[in-house]
Each structure stands twice: as structure tokens, then as C-alpha cells.
């Protein structure tokens, strides 16, 4: 059951007890999503935040020129959404997609509401979440400003090794803040 190993993650960091647990399996909905589908789309509210159960997940826009900006990937286990947009209920200027097939857990704003009144653990564990998102968004500026691309790139395979092997190499350069053919010569100096 896939509640159950987003029950795991929150008991890893909080007690939960029978009634929590229980509480928690009604408001997180199992979803499972194909290879390359927009889940959330740009110029809407965000619905839900999602539980990566198994699967990786990118958050990108579309820039001046029309190319695609990834601003955010992620695997699992963990939270996404476009955090900014789906807690405040306006409209996001980024897609939610899935880069490969997607096993995850989601909840609606409204729920996760519910959910955090009724529960202190998860009321805990969602503030928790959410300090965790502003630190990773506010060390990712700062990295994009002062590490070098080849150090971007030592950091993301050092910190997400499972990201090369899932994630097309055009997205992880834009994710870095390169193009495709900068980041091919950074892999093929460090192969040398």
C-alpha cells in the first residue's frame, strides 16, 4: 500500500499513533502517472501537493525564446508541487510533469487543512516540509550564483546520484543554469 510508505517517511521524524495513521490514509489519494505527463499545468492553481512514492518529477516553465527552463527536479521519497502557488491558491507560472512513470500520493489544499487541524503530528511534519522547501530553494540561488558549473554538477551527482540515470541530460543542464552541450563537456572532462 503506497499510504504506507509515506506513514513510514513521517514516523521516521514524528510518533504517529493508530488514529493519525488512520486519519492519513483517508486524505492522501495513491495516484500512478505515465512517463512525460504535465500534471499540473501552468497558468492554473495548483491542486495538489504530491508524495513521491517512486518516480522523478520536474517542475519547468518556458522562457522568452520558447525553450524549456527546469527549475526544480525531484525523487524520491518526498514532497513537490509548486510549493509558492499551491499555498497561496494562484495561479503557477510552472508545469508539473513527470519524467518517468510516477507512483505518488496527493492531497488537495483544502485536505491538507483538514488534515493538519485535526492531526498535530502532521501539522508538525507539513511545517517541517515546508522550512525544508524555502532552505533547498534559497541554498539552490546561491549555488546558481556562486559554484561554478563544474561544481553544480559534482554537488547534484554527489546529492542525487539516481538523477543521471532517470533524467534526460537536457533537463539536468537546465536545471544546473547550462546548456545540454556545456554540461557534455563537463562529463566528458571528468571522464578523461
Known sequence: MLQQQLIDFIKSRHPLSKADTDLMMQYF?????????????????????????????????????????????????????????????????????????????????????????????????????????????????VELASLTAEQRYLKLIKDQPGILHNVPITYIASFLGMKPESLSRIRRKLMS
Open 29 to 141: 489519494e495513491p495516484v500512478l502517472y505515465p512517463k512525460n505527463r504535465i500534471i499540473e499545468e501552468e497558468g492554473k492553481v495548483p491542486k495538489y501537493l504530491y508524495y513521491i512514492v517512486s518516480g522523478y518529477l520536474r517542475l519547468f516553465h518556458y522562457n522568452e525564446h520558447g525553450d524549456e527552463v527546469t527549475t526544480h527536479i525531484n525523487c524520491p521519497p518526498g514532497f513537490f508541487t509548486s510549493y509558492f502557488n499551491f499555498i497561496n491558491e494562484c495561479k503557477s507560472p510552472e508545469n508539473v510533469e513527470c519524467i518517468t512513470e510516477c507512483e505518488l500520493l496527493r492531497i488537495t489544499k483544502a485536505d491538507l487543512e483538514t488534515l493538519t487541524k485535526k492531526n498535530m503530528a502532521m501539522k508538525d511534519f507539513s511545517i517541517e516540509v515546508l522550512q525544508e522547501a524555502i532552505i533547498y530553494n534559497e541554498k539552490r540561488s
